[in-house]
């Protein structure tokens, strides 16, 4: 669709740039016309012409500010388009036709070498829009047979004749322009495929770049606050001229060490990014009791729940489910799953937590009772350094990348993670993967509707 929106453009700019060109051919064929054929036939012939040039160039303008108003259907000004390239080349084909005629039976160097002309040019000229140039040239070698067959059927000559040879130069002529119409074509053709590839690139390095600012946006902002935080407890630890009580120096060593983890769980989300990036990333698969596993991740983040006020619960299956996976970015994807669900509940409230078995599949459901996330905001969940609120007054830190690792994570044990949410009632993250072959996985289990409700599960 972008493509013939490019096409009638260039077409339609290269006619409208091109008018005075033609303007001097038309002049200079009708000059030579009135001088050594018939006065009346050239300047009855230019006023048709110059009628058909006045209409092609309306329709050109016309499909420019269509393009510029962002216009969705290329069919209707394709449509007007054809017809008016047709009008100014039945124009040409009738003046010069009509010129033969008067000339009489006799070898046309003027009116075919002007036809001859009139086909180069379209074939420059009009190589963006195939269907008008094809269109353009059949009329022109219609008129290339029909002027020399005309004298051959008035006159009957001989075999031998010159008329006779100058039908035999037409497939010659018609062979050529056809090549110089291929080659046009294809040329046009890679000139737009390498300007699509630039334009390709330059989105790449726009996003790139926009993906760069929110890096050094998040990433600055995140790593400041805890490197200020450490700074203010040594610099009141270490001041010479005050005596700091043993239990407030303790208070200050444990904010520095609060801040120092926070610091390096930054730094650490930044190295696997890149180690995921770049293909380094060493997983160390092994049987895994998903419940098990899940219950570990619940107690290692039961201290973020607790420090807000937040009631972690967890429903388990009658029978065990198992998977083949690296325990340690298993319990990273968790982890990431649950402190959001915390972060963003409210105080008070209940992060429910279920392991079940789905449709010959195994999840992890993760299901918050707090804000929500927009419809808008899905593309930026999974983004490297986005976040719903990328503010500086945002109420959640964080780079932005928990999500994005859990993603690729997963994607590297063959399963998934995905959301679904209802702004104002909550969320439910789901990690799904494929059980080890020994686990018994119920297929008859009612499927998982994509609302904020939980499912009654077997306990």
Known sequence: MIRIHQQLADYARACIRLVWQRQLMYAGGTLLTALFADPLIAWACYGLCMLAEWYDMRVCREVLDWQSQGGLHPARPMRRLMISSAATTIAIVIYMVAVAAAEGPTIHLGPLFFLFAAAIYATMNTCQVPQILRARLLIYFSAFVFI????????????????????????????????????????????????????????????????????????????????????????????????????????????????????????????????????????????????????????????????????????????????QADMDRMMQVLANALSNAVKFSHRGGTVDVIVRAHKGLVQVMVQDHGIGIPEEAREMVFAPFMQVDASDKRAHGGTGLGMTISKRIMEAHDGSIDYVSEPGRGTIFLITLNPLEETSVDDAEEPYTETCQLEPMRT
């Open 148 to 323: 020399p067959v005309r004298d051959i059927i008035i006159m009957r000559p001989p075999l031998g004749s010159e008329l006779w040879r100058q039908l035999g130069t037409v497939p010659s002529i018609i062979f050529l322009l056809r090549e110089c119409a291929i080659k046009f074509m294809s040329g046009y053709r890679s000139v737009q495929t390498r300007l699509d590839d630039l334009w390709f690139e330059l989105d790449r390095v726009a996003e790139a770049y926009e993906v760069q600012s929110q890096f050094v946006s998040i990433v600055s902002h995140e790593l400041r606050t805890p490197l200020t935080s450490i700074k203010a407890s040594l610099d009141l630890i270490s001041k010479e001229d005050i005596a700091v009580p043993v239990d407030e120096m303790r208070r200050l060593a444990s904010i520095g060490r609060s801040n120092s983890n926070r610091l390096a769980a930054l730094i650490d989300d930044l190295l696997d990014f890149q180690k995921l990036n770049s293909g380094k990333m060493v997983f160390r698969m092994e049987r895994i009791d998903l419940g098990a596993m899940v219950a570990d991740a619940m107690e290692a983040n039961r201290g973020i729940a607790d420090t807000r006020g937040v009631q972690m619960a967890l429903k388990l299956p009658s029978e065990p489910l198992f998977v």
